[in-house]
């Protein structure tokens, strides 16, 4: 080694400097930008939950206290007699198995068409599926209003006028989950599926063993939306159905309403029931979508 290769002791000092204080400034920035994320996730978490909460506490509220001045938040007098009025006026137990059976069979065949259409558009080479995608990605532009009159005619002229099957059918197939899939099965490497092919698997048998099974986190987040857009759904039940047994939930809280005096009390506490099933649903599986890899199965 000749002398032009140890460093001098000046550069080793200034070096050794250079290396305590560095670390030390990028400890104190990530510091105050973690503090300074986590009070802006703080200060938005409350502003959507306050109403919420002051939502849920008003329907413990009597009748009397809810436009009473100064408001509370809390309620003085906590009671229930808005939730049993509402469970003995409306048939809410009819109302939630029809929207269960709306919500469960819409939520099956939507995440099972949009994992097919979702596999063919990003795995096929197809000029034709490239322009259906396109006229799939063409329906988010347009206001859901707009599409009301003719999909109500075509499932009149159908004969599913006041039936179930007149509610599922015109929402199976939504672009976001087609686009969803679809971006999901982008990031899988074509090798593997190159490989399959190989080795003998047909084109069914790729898609049921190893492309259902790893985009399994794609179909727990889509059936987790999917149930929550069919039981808030209100517009589109309300023109399809007639018949008062098969109301689902939200239009049974409409018919609470009166036609000039509202029961805000009733009202309230109808518009929570609704909320339990969902809310219960919602924090069952959410920990399957957290702690799902989305990865998972597949090598870099």
């Known amino acids: 080694m000749t002398t032009t290769d140890i460093p001098r002791p000046a550069d080793v000092d200034s070096g050794r400097r250079v290396s305590k ?5 990028t400890a104190t920035g990530g510091l105050r930008q973690a ?10 978490a409350c502003l959507y939950g306050f109403p919420v909460l002051w939502f849920v506490l008003s329907s ?7 436009f009473s ?3 509370t938040l809390v309620p003085h007098n906590p009671t229930l007699s808005g939730f049993k009025a509402a469970w003995d006026s409306a048939n809410f137990s009819q109302y939630f198995i029809n ?12 995440v099972g068409v949009s994992c097919c259409t979702g596999y063919a558009l990003a795995k096929y080479d197809n000029r034709w599926l490239k322009a259906f995608f396109l006229c799939i990605l063409a329906t988010t532009m347009l206001p859901g209003e707009v599409m009301l009159a003719p999909e109500f005619l075509v499932v009149r ?15 199976v197939l939504t672009a976001t989950g087609c686009f969803m899939f679809r971006q999901f099965f982008l990031t899988v490497p074509d090798e593997l599926v190159e490989a399959a092919r190989i080795d003998g698997a047909k084109e069914l048998s790729i898609f049921l063993r190893i492309m259902v099974p790893i985009s399994r986190p ?11 857009w ?8 309300l023109l399809m159905l007639n018949d008062p047994n098969k109301f689902t939930v939200q239009i049974g809280i409409q018919s609470i309403v009166g036609a000039q005096n509202i029961n805000w009390s009733v009202l309230l506490g109808a518009s929570v029931i609704s909320m339990i099933p969902l809310i219960a649903i919602f924090l069952v599986f959410q920990r399957y979508v957290m702690g799902a890899d989305i990865n998972a199965g597949l090598k870099d």
Not at 60 to 66: H, T, V, Y
Not at 99 to 110: N, R, W, Y
Not at 230 to 237: A, F, L, V
Request: glycine fraction near 2%; charge should be positive.
């Open 35 to 44: 503090v300074s994320a986590t009070t802006l996730l703080w200060i938005m």
């Open 60 to 66: 413990f509220k009597p009748a009397s206290d809810l």
């Open 99 to 110: 929207t269960a059976i709306v919500c469960v069979i819409t939520t099956v065949l939507t």
């Open 21 to 25: 204080k560095r670390p030390r400034k």
């Open 218 to 228: 794609i179909m727990l987040t889509l059936a987790i939306l999917s149930f929550q």
């Open 157 to 171: 002229n159908l004969g599913l006028y006041n039936s179930f099957a007149g509610i599922i059918l015109p929402a």
């Open 69 to 71: 001045y100064p408001l």
């Open 230 to 237: 069919r039981w808030n759904d209100y517009i589109w039940p």
